[in-house]
């Protein structure tokens, strides 16, 4: 094993060592009318941070563009907005020209430095803050591709400060950042905040993805309530052009996969559509069979040029065996069989932005969701619950350009949740949850210092909701609770970004908001949870190297006033299932993040590495221990290597040593982590005039260790697949 570390590292150093060449892309923009040239038209790759201005020819240059689909936008005060969709495949110049319609506008004269990168709040008035712009990770479709990403949460793993734990029951696993847990990270799905998605990450389809946006900061105001904890934001696949592809993977443990989708841009309409199928046995005697369907249809249509509407539908049907646990974990869950069949959900997502002129845009999105899982449970005894609820989210964001310098955006969003015969542990009580939220962030330019303020106010009404009721029951006299408002919460954001030059960049957010714990969850006494108060900091500092690539340095801090934190106690209902008691205590802790990316380097590799570092306390009997439940390190690093037709693709990731005492046998903290994980992609390419096909072997666990991140849920081992993935 030390040999082939060493080896790796000598590979990398090489390479780093070599000349560097990058993707680029390249242009003219000029007036409509009259044929000219047109100098200071910022041009800028939507949901990223590549920009830059025309020259006095109407030339643009964007270099260092990593490979996938992107939007190119103009935008210009004086000129109608324009925008490009473009896909990169390979290292080579590609080329685009803007032709701009003249606007007859009046306005103040203005200054623009082109040294500075534009953030145009008005074609994307979800950005957040650019304090917190070092924190947020951008996972491309063809980085999916390359890591053998099936699911969303496989998609995930190698961000800085990511970390799964791979658990056997309720949800398959919990992905988290930086140690934020209680509450995870939320999802939004094209935008959209999802209340109940926890569940689906891990059979959501990577597939029909276009990029995963995760905000690490716990800073995030716009995309939803996302808790303090982060947010991850999943874009759907778009189309650019005609294009079949297919997709058929066989491997161990008999595991299936089979892809096929299609799509088009036909103008002013793209369209998009997905099928997947993904089966396993899973490991003998493990109980961990599974099967899922994944099915994906997309429309975007821009029936005029300030105005566009975005269509999606997802449904997942299958079915999924809970895995049976391994020693040191209770007897308990080493013996119970149990599984979800069917596993039901269906997802619809409305998008739709006006943008009338440079100085305005409006956007409404809309999301439903209708989840129908049933429960069955075989040892000990015999029960089956059906759990079905559904859910609506209405979303709503106004972005006004109050002057060339200042931009406000306004929105409010309403969520209502039902589940007519209960969720979870409250099955047999009606639950109903109404959530009304109000958002303002405030952003101001001021030569190359940015700074933004934002706050949100969030109520619940509680139209019914049992508190651990079994059987219909109410537990030790807890009475279901009746329209009910909650207190009203806040979230409030201060920072910005100072720009040295095109290149170089400081960033700080400062957050300070109250977090209520899920609505039931009781503590040691059965009794509920007080709310935790969390103040939050980030301070980065983000560069990019000139045919080199992009380094960001993040230093953060958090403190939990009453912080919601499992107490390792569990209650086991009459019916047999258990439910995990929280407690409320003070915690802190203070990190940094160190990410690394190149571009493409002498036409050979792509290079990434990132390390997190964290010290957390917890305050037990007023004084301060060290809170050993969340690991001091996680290091990812990966190189993606071209030789001719040939790639080969190598990821790690370290995870140091922490503990738990959940799932444990006798309620005494276990110790998990400490390993190194191992993968590899090896692939050959056949790029015909008419068809591209890619073979490929995929390695997961090369070591083969059976490491674990919960208690009594080892890693299933060395598995391998192969495949083979073809494009029209």
Same mark, same amino acid.
């Given at each position: 094993?030390?040999?082939?570390?060493?080896?790796?590292?000598?590979?990398?150093?090489?390479?780093?060592?070599?000349?560097?060449?990058?993707?680029?892309?390249?242009?003219?923009?000029?007036?409509?009318?009259?044929?000219?040239?047109?100098?200071?038209?910022?041009?800028?790759?939507?949901?990223?941070?590549?920009?830059?201005?025309?020259?006095?020819?109407?030339?643009?240059?964007?270099?260092?563009?990593?490979?996938?689909?992107?939007?190119?936008?103009?935008?210009?005060?004086?000129?109608?907005? +324009?925008?490009?969709? !473009?896909?990169? /495949? #390979?290292?080579? $110049?590609?080329?685009?020209? *803007?032709?701009?319609?003249?606007? @007859?506008?009046?306005?103040?004269?203005?200054?623009?430095?082109?040294?500075?990168?534009?953030?145009?709040?008005?074609?994307?008035?979800?950005?957040?803050?650019?304090?917190?712009?070092?924190?947020?990770?951008?996972?491309?479709?063809?980085?999916?591709?390359?890591?053998?990403?099936?699911?969303?949460?496989?998609?995930?793993?190698?961000?800085?400060?990511?970390?799964?734990?791979?658990?056997?029951?309720?949800?398959?696993?919990?992905?988290?950042?930086?140690?934020?847990?209680?509450?995870?990270?939320?999802? +939004?799905?094209?935008? !959209?905040?999802? /209340? #109940?998605?926890? $569940?689906?990450?891990?059979? *959501?389809?990577?597939?029909?993805? @276009?990029?995963?946006?995760?905000?690490?900061?716990?800073?995030?105001?716009?995309?939803?309530?996302?808790?303090?904890?982060?947010?991850?934001?999943?874009?759907?696949?778009?189309?650019?052009?005609?294009?079949?592809?297919?997709?058929?993977?066989?491997?161990?443990?008999?595991?299936?996969?089979?892809?096929?989708?299609?799509?088009?841009?036909?103008?002013?309409?793209?369209?998009?559509?997905?099928?997947?199928?993904?089966?396993?046995?899973?490991?003998?005697?493990?109980?961990?069979?599974?099967?899922?369907?994944?099915?994906?249809?997309?429309?975007?249509?821009?029936?005029?040029?300030?105005?566009?509407?975005?269509?999606?539908?997802?449904?997942?049907?299958?079915?999924?065996?809970?895995?049976?646990?391994?020693?040191?974990?209770?007897?308990?869950?080493?013996?119970?069989?149990?599984?979800?069949?069917?596993?039901?959900?269906?997802?619809?997502?409305?998008?739709?932005?006006?943008?009338?002129?440079?100085?305005?845009?409006?956007?409404?999105?809309?999301?439903?969701?209708?989840?129908?899982?049933?429960?069955?449970?075989?040892?000990?005894?015999?029960?089956?619950?059906?759990?079905?609820?559904?859910?609506?989210?209405?979303?709503?964001?106004?972005?006004?350009?109050?002057?060339?310098?200042?931009?406000?955006?306004?929105?409010?969003?309403?969520?209502?949740?039902?589940?007519?015969?209960?969720?979870?542990?409250?099955?047999?009580?009606?639950?109903?949850?109404?959530?009304?939220?109000?958002?303002?962030?405030?952003?101001?330019?001021?030569?190359?210092?940015?700074?933004?303020?934002?706050?949100?106010?969030?109520?619940?009404?509680?139209?019914?909701?049992?508190?651990?009721?079994?059987?219909?029951?109410?537990?030790?006299?807890?009475?279901?609770?009746?329209?009910?408002?909650?207190?009203?919460?806040?979230?409030?954001?201060?920072?910005?970004?100072?720009?040295?030059?095109?290149?170089?960049?400081?960033?700080?957010?400062?957050?300070?908001?109250?977090?209520?714990?899920?609505?039931?969850?009781?503590?040691?006494?059965?009794?509920?949870?007080?709310?935790?108060?969390?103040?939050?900091?980030?301070?980065?500092?983000?560069?990019?190297?000139?045919?080199?690539?992009?380094?960001?340095?993040?230093?953060?801090?958090?403190?939990?006033?009453?912080?919601?934190?499992?107490?390792?106690?569990?209650?086991?209902?009459?019916?047999?299932?258990?439910?995990?008691?929280?407690?409320?205590?003070?915690?802190?802790?203070?990190?940094?993040?160190?990410?690394?990316?190149?571009?493409?380097?002498?036409?050979?590799?792509?290079?990434?590495?990132?390390?997190?570092?964290?010290?957390?306390?917890?305050?037990?009997?007023?004084?301060?221990?060290?809170?050993?439940?969340?690991?001091?390190?996680?290091?990812?690093?990966?190189?993606?290597?071209?030789?001719?037709?040939?790639?080969?693709?190598?990821?790690?990731?370290?995870?140091?040593?922490?503990?738990?005492?959940?799932?444990?046998?006798?309620?005494?903290?276990?110790?998990?982590?400490?390993?190194?994980?191992?993968?590899?992609?090896?692939?050959?390419?056949?790029?015909?005039?008419?068809?591209?096909?890619?073979?490929?072997?995929?390695?997961?666990?090369?070591?083969?260790?059976?490491?674990?991140?919960?208690?009594?849920?080892?890693?299933?081992?060395?598995?391998?697949?192969?495949?083979?993935?073809?494009?029209?």
């Amino acid at each position: 094993m030390r040999i082939k570390i060493r080896f790796l590292i000598i590979i990398i150093t090489a390479v780093l060592a070599q000349s560097s060449a990058a993707q680029t892309i390249s242009g003219k923009i000029t007036d409509k009318k009259t044929g000219k040239p047109i100098e200071n038209i910022p041009v800028k790759i939507m949901g990223t941070h590549y920009g830059t201005y025309s020259n006095v020819d109407g030339v643009f240059v964007l270099s260092g563009i990593p490979k996938g689909t992107h939007t190119v936008v103009t935008s210009g005060v004086r000129y109608e907005k +324009a925008r490009i969709r !473009i896909t990169i /495949r #390979e290292d080579r $110049e590609y080329e685009m020209d *803007f032709e701009l319609e003249p606007r @007859e506008v009046s306005i103040e004269a203005i200054t623009i430095s082109r040294q500075l990168q534009v953030r145009d709040l008005i074609e994307e008035p979800q950005l957040e803050s650019s304090g917190i712009e070092p924190t947020i990770s951008h996972i491309s479709e063809q980085e999916m591709q390359k890591q053998g990403a099936e699911t969303v949460v496989d998609a995930m793993k190698y961000i800085p400060g990511a970390m799964v734990e791979t658990r056997g029951r309720k949800v398959k696993q919990f992905f988290s950042v930086r140690g934020q847990r209680y509450p995870y990270p939320d999802y +939004a799905l094209n935008g !959209i905040w999802q /209340r #109940e998605f926890h $569940e689906l990450p891990y059979f *959501f389809s990577a597939s029909e993805i @276009e990029s995963i946006e995760v905000i690490r900061s716990s800073s995030a105001l716009l995309k939803g309530i996302p808790e303090m904890a982060g947010i991850i934001n999943i874009v759907p696949k778009q189309y650019t052009s005609e294009q079949w592809s297919g997709r058929v993977e066989y491997g161990t443990f008999n595991s299936l996969r089979a892809h096929l989708a299609h799509g088009n841009d036909l103008g002013d309409i793209s369209y998009a559509i997905g099928l997947e199928r993904r089966e396993t046995d899973g490991p003998d005697y493990r109980n961990a069979a599974e099967t899922m369907h994944n099915i994906h249809a997309g429309i975007q249509w821009n029936p005029v040029n300030d105005l566009s509407l975005d269509l999606h539908f997802f449904h997942l049907d299958g079915s999924r065996e809970l895995a049976a646990a391994r020693e040191p974990a209770g007897d308990r869950f080493i013996n119970r069989r149990e599984e979800f069949d069917p596993y039901r959900t269906s997802l619809v997502t409305f998008r739709g932005k006006y943008t009338p002129g440079s100085r305005a845009s409006t956007e409404i999105s809309l999301s439903y969701a209708d989840r129908n899982p049933t429960y069955n449970r075989y040892e000990p005894g015999e029960m089956s619950v059906n759990s079905n609820d559904q859910e609506l989210t209405l979303n709503l964001i106004q972005s006004l350009k109050l002057s060339s310098n200042n931009t406000l955006r306004i929105g409010g969003l309403y969520n209502h949740w039902l589940a007519p015969n209960g969720k979870r542990f409250y099955v047999g009580s009606k639950n109903e949850l109404s959530t009304y939220s109000a958002v303002l962030v405030d952003e101001h330019r001021v030569g190359k210092l940015t700074l933004d303020g934002g706050l949100r106010l969030r109520r619940t009404h509680i139209g019914a909701l049992g508190r651990f009721v079994t059987d219909g029951r109410p537990l030790r006299g807890l009475p279901t609770i009746e329209d009910k408002w909650e207190p009203v919460l806040y979230q409030a954001t201060l920072g910005g970004a100072y720009q040295f030059s095109n290149s170089l960049s400081l960033h700080l957010n400062m957050a300070n908001g109250q977090i209520r714990p899920r609505e039931g969850t009781l503590n040691q006494d059965l009794e509920l949870l007080n709310k935790e108060n969390r103040f939050k900091t980030d301070l980065g500092l983000q560069t990019r190297i000139r045919e080199f690539g992009n380094i960001n340095l993040v230093g953060f801090y958090t403190h939990q006033k009453d912080a919601i934190a499992l107490s390792g106690d569990t209650y086991e209902t009459d019916d047999g299932r258990i439910m995990s008691l929280y407690l409320n205590r003070d915690q802190q802790q203070w990190g940094t993040e160190l990410e690394v990316k190149t571009q493409t380097l002498s036409e050979f590799a792509q290079l990434f590495a990132n390390a997190t570092y964290m010290y957390s306390t917890r305050e037990d009997n007023s004084e301060w221990d060290e809170n050993n439940e969340i690991p001091n390190f996680i290091t990812n690093a990966g190189a993606y290597l071209y030789f001719g037709n040939f790639d080969v693709n190598i990821f790690g990731k370290y995870l140091s040593s922490f503990e738990s005492s959940r799932f444990s046998a006798d309620r005494t903290p276990k110790p998990l982590g400490d390993f190194v994980d191992l993968n590899s992609t090896i692939g050959y390419n056949l790029d015909k005039n008419n068809y591209d096909a890619r073979i490929y072997l995929e390695i997961n666990n090369i070591l083969d260790q059976e490491y674990s991140t919960v208690v009594g849920y080892p890693d299933f081992g060395r598995e391998f697949t192969l495949g083979i993935r073809m494009q029209l």
